[in-house]
């Protein structure tokens, strides 16, 4: 790899975390046993279902957020790399990681809503859209790792007065 081409371990890693959500939507989508056909997707003021579609179709819009950030993320690992500054970039991934999560959680809270509903008669939301606040430790997990790895050994500037960064 050449010198031009080092990433730090972190942003890498944190773009890798990026993704994680989209990999396991799909690989939970192959394997849930017991989908119901349709699901809610929309919900009243008293939290009882008034929109269903069918869960193939409720399962994209949760599948394309996260995919976007997942391109992004790799995007942003291949042109920008280590330019920038370390925070804003650990911010950038962590509102990634974050909005992959949350959108690939949306599907998983709407079956569990549905299958609720088949034991108790009623499809309010509930608990399962409870899962979505996995999306807060999962976007700090990506910040902190995304601050991973060694400084750049970048010399300070001419008056030698700023450190490097």
């Given at each position: 790899?050449?010198?031009?081409?080092?990433?730090?371990?972190?942003?890498?890693?944190?773009?890798?975390?990026?993704?994680?959500?989209?990999?396991?939507?799909?690989?939970?989508?192959?394997?849930?046993?017991?989908?119901?056909?349709r699901v809610p997707t929309h919900w009243?003021?008293?939290?009882?279902?008034?929109?269903?579609?069918?869960?193939?179709?409720?399962?994209?819009?949760?599948?394309?957020?996260?995919?976007?950030?997942?391109?992004?993320?790799?995007?942003?690992?291949?042109?920008?790399?280590?330019?920038?500054?370390?925070?804003?970039?650990?911010?950038?991934?962590?509102?990634?990681?974050?909005?992959?999560?949350?959108?690939?959680?949306?599907?998983?809270?709407?079956?569990?809503?549905?299958?609720?509903?088949?034991?108790?008669?009623?499809?309010?939301?509930?608990?399962?859209?409870?899962?979505?606040?996995?999306?807060?430790?999962?976007?700090?997990?990506?910040?902190?790792?995304?601050?991973?790895?060694?400084?750049?050994?970048?010399?300070?500037?001419?008056?030698?007065?700023?450190?490097?960064?």
């Amino acid at each position: 790899m050449s010198a031009d081409f080092r990433r730090r371990p972190g942003i890498v890693a944190a773009a890798v975390l990026v993704w994680v959500p989209a990999v396991t939507l799909v690989v939970l989508s192959a394997r849930w046993p017991g989908v119901p056909v349709r699901v809610p997707t929309h919900w009243t003021s008293p939290a009882n279902a008034d929109t269903f579609q069918s869960s193939a179709d409720a399962f994209w819009p949760s599948l394309l957020p996260t995919l976007v950030c997942g391109v992004i993320a790799i995007a942003v690992v291949v042109f920008l790399g280590n330019d920038g500054s370390r925070r804003a970039s650990a911010f950038g991934y962590a509102a990634l990681a974050g909005v992959a999560t949350a959108s690939g959680l949306l599907w998983p809270a709407e079956v569990l809503t549905a299958l609720n509903g088949r034991t108790t008669g009623i499809e309010n939301i509930g608990t399962p859209i409870l899962l979505l606040l996995l999306a807060i430790p999962w976007a700090g997990l990506a910040f902190g790792v995304s601050l991973l790895g060694s400084r750049d050994a970048t010399p300070p500037n001419s008056a030698g007065n700023e450190p490097a960064l």
